[in-house]
């Protein structure tokens, strides 16, 4: 299937609306959860996922669910509060000097890295993503 078809697809599995109810918001999150369930994404499932976390942000930003920081900024916080180091990430960032980097912000979190950390931390990925692309 072609990129473009298998995006259609997804689409119409699932049409992403505005989220407008706590049952559009389940709605949305268990087809993020699908999604964060599979081994692999493809592009084209990665970009649908970046879509659905952006209306989740959208929604829970208006109720103040989303806390004030974001990305990696999260990530930092997220690490001290429950007393993790680096090596706690190896299995999301493959080596310890990604994580680094991540925090350093000499890289930028994927959206492997974002799936990754929203089920290693039981959190919306939407909070992962940097505050500047959503």
Known sequence: MDS???YIELLKQFPPRP?????????????VNYLLDKPKLTEEESDYLDVLGMLIYDYEKD?????????VELLKVLL?????KQKDLVSIF???SIVSDILNEKRQLTTRHIQ????FFNLSPAVFFPRSSV
């Open 116 to 119: 990754e950390l929203a089920k």
């Open 19 to 31: 989220i407008k109810s706590e049952e559009d918001l389940e709605a949305t999150q268990a087809m």
């Open 94 to 96: 493959k080596t310890e």
């Open 4 to 6: 473009k078809k298998e």
């Open 80 to 84: 001290e509060e429950r007393n993790l």
């Open 63 to 71: 109720l103040d669910i989303v806390p004030d920081i974001y990305g």
